[in-house]
């Protein structure tokens, strides 16, 4: 992230009669590198001229449930691909906490992929909106006060991209059964469907064979199949290969 852009009457410049007290929000960062977080802190976090206070940091699926359930914030600023399962499963697990009507958890993707199946995958689940990493620290204060605020935010090359992916006739109905899996249990299994050995994914993915399993067995399970064979019959039948 940059330096600022001429957003300051956007994102709130310090002005007269104390309005720094009126401008105030708690975020939580989730992203699994500490350099990024450290420097999002570091744009955003000086609470006294921004109005952000960054209440709690988390680096995977489970810190990240963890933390935000403990702090409630208002935003979390959560990163798409994280180990235990990426946004979508934080944003499942989370859903109770984006539903409370009384003191909703908003989130707000921030990543580094402008890949149709992340933000699609991360707005479906839940999330307010979606930026890039090459957003300035104004544009992302200004970002976070209006997913706060209950509006929808993107970064301007996705704004059009997803609305017309949910405006579009064309645009292919939801996969109940894909949704199911979270987003390591789909990685796991397009290298199952592609031929991959366990050993070969787990060095892929930097995880173990057992993990592999894991994820496998999970699989199976969710989409109620019987073994690897049947699992690539259903995976090419979804052109997933």
């Not at 976090?45 to 359930?69: L, N």
């Not at 499963?89 to 580094?112: G, I, K, N, W, Y």
């Not at 405006?167 to 796991?188: F, K």
Request: hydrophobic share 45%; net charge negative.
């Amino acid at each position: 992230m940059s330096g600022g852009t001429g957003q300051a009457d956007v994102t709130g410049g310090a002005r007269e009669e104390g309005a720094p007290e009126e401008r105030r929000v708690r975020v939580v960062l989730v992203d699994d590198h500490r350099m990024f977080r450290t420097g999002v802190q570091a744009e955003i976090g000086a609470t006294a001229t921004t109005g952000v206070e960054v209440v709690g940091e988390a680096a995977d699926v489970d810190q990240a449930v963890a933390v935000v359930t403990a702090t409630r914030p208002e935003v979390v600023l959560l990163d798409v691909h994280l180990p235990g399962g990426g946004g979508v499963e934080v944003l499942r697990r989370c859903a109770a906490l984006t539903a409370d009507p009384e003191q909703p958890v908003r989130f707000l993707a921030l990543s580094v992929s402008d890949a149709a199946e992340d933000v699609i995958g991360v707005i479906r689940a839940g999330a307010r909106g979606y930026v890039t990493k090459t957003i300035t620290g104004p544009d992302l204060i200004a970002s976070i006060f209006r997913v706060k605020d209950g509006d929808a935010v993107f970064s301007p090359r996705l704004a059009g991209f997803v609305l017309d992916a949910f405006a579009s006739t064309d645009a292919p109905p939801v996969d109940e059964d894909m949704d199911r899996l979270t987003q390591r249990e789909r990685e796991v299994l397009r290298l199952i469907a592609r031929g991959y050995a366990y050993k070969e994914i787990a060095k892929q993915l930097f995880i173990s064979v057992k993990t592999v399993e894991s994820h496998v067995s999970a699989v199976l399970r969710k989409l109620q199949l019987s073994n690897r064979h049947e699992l690539t019959r259903w995976a090419t039948a979804r052109r997933l290969v």
